[in-house]
Nanobody, 124 residues
Framework: VQLQASGGGLVQAGGSLRLSCAASVCTFSNYHMGWFRQAPGKEREFVAG????????DYADSVKGRFTISRDNARNTVYLQMNSLKPEDTAVYYC??????????????????WGRGTLVTVSS
């Protein structure tokens, strides 16, 4: 499974960005997907997860109500719509794929496949 995240950039506080993650895999719908982020000097943290079907989602408290994860299994793509961005959202954002679990995990170790990340910078 190869994952390629895109859509990062520089945005002012209060603005929006939409991240995309394209997967090169024949059975994309078999994988739960997650978005994580890592700020300088900090550990990688869970942002959002979505089940293989797209029916259920999970969010970190810090982004709940501002970010929306979605997926298009026909396009092998998962998205992260980020609204009302804050300077503390500045980080490299990674998408990841998890297989063989009943729910998209929040732990980094629950994901076997990772994209290379895309940088989001929110200016104040």
């Amino acid at each position: 499974v190869q994952l390629q995240a895109s859509g990062g950039g520089l945005v002012q506080a209060g603005g929006s960005l939409r991240l995309s993650c394209a997967a090169s895999v024949c059975t994309f719908s078999n994988y739960h997907m997650g978005w994580f982020r890592q700020a300088p000097g900090k550990e990688r943290e869970f942002v959002a997860g979505i089940t293989w079907s797209g029916v259920s989602t999970d969010y970190a408290d810090s982004v709940k109500g501002r970010f929306t994860i979605s997926r298009d299994n026909a396009r092998n793509t998962v998205y992260l719509q980020m609204n009302s961005l804050k300077p503390e959202d500045t980080a490299v954002y990674y998408c990841a794929a998890s297989h063989g679990r009943s729910w998209p995990p929040r732990a980094v170790g629950g994901y076997a496949y990772w994209g290379r990340g895309t940088l989001v910078t929110v200016s104040s």
